[in-house]
C-alpha cells in the first residue's frame, strides 16, 4: 500500500503589511548557524532552500543534539548509545514551498516540525511579524468571504495540559495558561458573542488569533474553531476552520525513504502545490480582486 504526505496550505500575512518574499531573503542572507530558532534540548532551522521562478523550495528540521534514542543491531538485539560529535544532530526535515506570485506556504504536515516553527526563523532572522492563516476549502472560503458581520467566536480546547497549549501563544489569548494552569483545567471552551444583534465582532481580530491557534504544533487539541454571522444581506453563515481547512496530499511508493531523501520531500511538495494550483488561483485571485474593489468603493 503507498504511504503519501499530507500538506497544509497557508497565507503569509503581518499586521504591518510586510512582504515575505523580501523576508525570505533576509532570512538566507543570514549565516546558517544563526538561521535558527534555539530551545535548549532541541532547535529548528532551515536548510537546502532553491528559487527558482518565483518559488522558494526548502527544508524546516527539528535538530536534537542530546537526548537521543540508541542505536540497535538487528543480529544480536543489542542497544548502544549514539555518539555524535559537537556540531552533530538528528534531524526530522519537513519540507516548506513558498510561490511568490500567489503568496502562498505549503507545508509538509509533520508530528515533529509546525508551520509555527518556520514562521518563528522567518521573523526572527527578518525582524517581522508574519503569522500564517489557513487556506479553506471552497465551501469554507465562500462562506468567510461571505461573512461580514460575524457575532460569534467558539474555541475549545480540550488537553491534561490544557494550560500549555495558551502558553507563548502569538495571541492576547496567552493570558489564559496561568488562569488555567491554576485550576488545573483539561477543557476549555471560549464563546464570545455580541449582546445586540446591530454589533459585531472583529473579523481581522478573530483571523489574527485563528492565524495563531493554527500555528500550534500540537493543534491536535482543537476541538472547535468557529465563527458564525451574517452577509451584508441578513444571511447565516457558520465558518469551521477546522474541518474546513484545505489540504493537498501526494502519494509515495510503499518503498520510499520519505523522512531521508531530502530530493523526494522536495519533489513532493512541488507536485502538491501543482495539482492545487488551479484551485489556489482561481479563488485566491478571486479573493484578492474582491478586496481590492472593496478598498476602492471604501
Known amino acids: 500500500m503507498a504511504a503519501r504526505l499530507s500538506y497544509d496550505f497557508f497565507i503569509p500575512s503581518a499586521l ?25 534540548a532541541f532547535y529548528f532551522d532551515v536548510s537546502d532552500a532553491e528559487a527558482r521562478n518565483g518559488q ?16 540497535g543491531d538487528s543480529r544480536t538485539g543489542s542497544l548502544d548509545q549514539l555518539t555524535l560529535s559537537d556540531h552533530q544532530s538528528v534531524a526530522e526535515p519537513c519540507a516548506f514551498l513558498y510561490d511568490s506570485e500567489l503568496n502562498i506556504v505549503v ?28 487556506v479553506l476549502n471552497e465551501d469554507a472560503m465562500t462562506r468567510l468571504e461571505k461573512l461580514q458581520k460575524p ?9 491534561p495540559q490544557a494550560a500549555e497549549y495558551f502558553d507563548d501563544l502569538e495571541s ?7 488562569f488555567v494552569r491554576e485550576l488545573a483545567g483539561g477543557r476549555v471552551r471560549i464563546d464570545v458573542g455580541v449582546l445586540q444583534k446591530s454589533q459585531y465582532l472583529s473579523k481581522d481580530a478573530i483571523l489574527y488569533t485563528v492565524g495563531a491557534l493554527l500555528d500550534r504544533l500540537d493543534d491536535e487539541r482543537l476541538e472547535k474553531l468557529e465563527v458564525d454571522g451574517e452577509d451584508e444581506e441578513g444571511n447565516n453563515y457558520i465558518v469551521d476552520f477546522i474541518d474546513g481547512q484545505f489540504r493537498g496530499h501526494e502519494a509515495l511508493a510503499a518503498t520510499a525513504p520519505r523522512h531521508t531523501d ?8 512541488r507536485k502538491a502545490f501543482d495539482t492545487s494550483h488551479i484551485y489556489l488561483s482561481t479563488h485566491l ?3 484578492a480582486a474582491q478586496a481590492q474593489q472593496v478598498a476602492v468603493a471604501g
Open 16 to 40: 504591518n503589511g510586510g512582504d515575505f518574499s523580501a523576508a525570505l531573503i533576509k532570512l538566507f542572507d543570514t549565516p546558517m548557524d544563526k538561521r535558527r530558532v534555539d530551545y535548549g
Open 56 to 71: 522558494t523550495v526548502g527544508l524546516v528540521s527539528k535538530h536534537r543534539m542530546r537526548n537521543l534514542p540508541p542505536t
Open 107 to 134: 507545508f509538509q504536515r509533520s508530528p515533529h516540525v509546525s508551520h509555527a516553527a518556520f514562521a518563528r526563523i522567518v521573523n526572527w532572522a527578518a525582524d517581522t511579524a508574519f503569522f500564517f492563516l489557513p
Open 151 to 159: 457575532r460569534r467566536f467558539v474555541l475549545t480546547v480540550a488537553s
Open 172 to 178: 492576547s489569548l496567552k493570558g489564559l495558561a496561568p
Open 262 to 269: 531530502i530530493g523526494l520531500l522536495k519533489d513532493s511538495i
Open 285 to 287: 485571485r478571486s479573493r
